[in-house]
């Protein structure tokens, strides 16, 4: 059964930071990203990042998010520094196998996990 497992949400100061994770298990994915969805908006790419480790990342969080991946361990990771109140939403970790296109679209991914809350205060 493929199943996505995030986890490390949380409530935190502008300014501040978390690490989401997110537990695969099953599949080895051939692309991974985080997506985010906030209160009355679209889900939407944060972040996304091959096999072989090549990254993309959606503009409003370049410098400040990191996407890392430890294949050995099947977890997926979002370093979120110096974090804004518009970055409050439900983050998702999403996978999708071989072949696959390195991408933040959320179109691009079939596998998708329940989501964790992520809310910054001013």
């Known amino acids: 059964q493929v199943e996505l497992v995030e986890s490390g949400g949380g409530s935190v100061q502008a300014g501040g930071s978390l690490r989401l994770s997110c537990a695969t298990s099953?599949?080895?994915?051939?692309?991974m990203g985080w997506f985010r969805q906030a209160p009355g908006k679209e889900r939407e790419g944060v972040a996304a990042?091959?096999?072989?480790?090549?990254?993309r990342y959606t503009e409003s969080v370049k410098g400040r998010f990191t996407i890392s991946q430890d294949n050995a361990k099947n977890t997926l990771y979002l370093q979120m520094n110096r974090l804004k109140p518009e970055d409050t939403a439900i983050y998702y970790c999403?996978?999708?196998?071989?072949?696959?296109?390195?991408?933040?679209?959320?179109?691009?991914?079939?596998?998708w996990g329940q989501g964790t809350q992520v809310t910054v205060s001013s």
């Open positions: 999403a996978g999708e196998v071989l072949p696959c296109q390195l991408t933040t679209s959320v179109g691009a991914f079939t596998n």
């Open positions: 099953g599949v080895n994915y051939g692309c």
């Open positions: 990042i091959s096999r072989y480790g090549t990254t």
